[in-house]
């Protein structure tokens, strides 16, 4: 009987990483930099011990499909349902051949996917002088909240032209399209010192739900440089949203037990050729 009851008890992964988000630049040069933003989770029910997330680029129009390595990420030890951001910034090899590239992981020397479908297109950068250019990169958010809750957001934002970028904004809003009546509601601000030219800025900040937020799937709009305080070859390309982001449950402000990175922090992104790599946090 005893043995029956071993047998019929469900299996607990004891470590299970998980992927909660990823922020990694559409564009890229070879020799230029790549920097790499993730928020990775334990859902198993042990401790994981270091981990090692090695990151690709996989260029399919090859008839090889060649993994081509750019570097890794090594993270502390995560705690059974704990999480852990890591940001790193990556020099491209200096032979990598232009073409669309697929974004491939690698989980301790195993499951290497294609990440969210993510494509990096690489080609030679713009001249220097050239008009600064302001995009989103992305932005990394909790599946579910409620009203009134606390929750942490990463963002980033690159200049894909050849000047830097002085001060701007960025304004982050929840968007529900289900709901006509309902306009999108600001989630909060981001004061960008600057951008330095093909380069990034991150951050990490902690915003609160609306309390009169209507319970439903939201999506995330990141209005880049609504003011148009910086001159750019192309106003059009600054906005970044990605429908589906969130679900907003109904009730009063839940416990959240407090991430890595809860703190208000900014990181600027500028890589010489002589370095190999560099992390912000």
Do not use: C
Not at 72 to 79: P, R
């Amino acid at each position: 009987m005893i043995l029956f009851l071993a047998v019929m008890l469900p299996a607990h992964a004891a470590v299970n990483i998980t992927s909660e988000g990823l922020i990694v630049s559409e564009t890229g040069y070879a020799g230029g930099s790549l920097t790499v933003i993730e928020v990775v989770k334990n859902a198993g029910d042990d401790e994981t011990g270091p981990v090692t997330i090695s990151y690709y680029l996989v260029n399919e129009s090859e008839g090889n499909a060649k993994r081509v390595p750019i570097g890794s990420a090594d993270l502390e030890s995560i705690t059974s349902g704990g999480d852990y951001s890591s940001v790193k910034t990556f020099l491209l090899p200096l032979d990598l051949a232009d073409g669309a590239y697929n974004f491939v992981r690698e989980v301790m020397g195993k499951d290497t996917t294609q990440v969210q479908q993510k494509t990096i297109h690489i080609a030679d950068p713009l001249p220097d002088g050239s008009d600064a250019d302001l995009v989103g990169s992305g932005l990394i958010i909790p599946s579910r909240a409620g009203p009134g809750d606390q929750i942490r957001v990463i963002a980033a934002v690159e200049n894909r032209g050849g000047t830097d970028a002085g001060m701007f904004y960025v304004d982050m809003y929840l968007t529900n399209r289900s709901v006509q009546a309902t306009e999108p509601l600001l989630l909060g601000t981001w004061e960008v010192g600057s951008v330095p030219a093909t380069g990034q800025a991150s951050t990490t900040r902690t915003f609160t739900i609306p309390r009169d937020i209507v319970a439903g799937t939201y999506g995330v709009l990141m209005d880049v440089d609504p003011g148009n305080l910086v001159p750019e070859r192309d106003e059009a390309n600054n906005d970044w949203y990605r429908d589906g982001m969130i679900r907003i449950i109904a009730g009063g402000p839940q416990t959240i037990a407090p991430p890595v990175l809860m703190n208000t922090t900014t990181s600027i992104v500028m890589i010489s050729q002589d370095q190999n790599s560099s992390d912000q946090s």
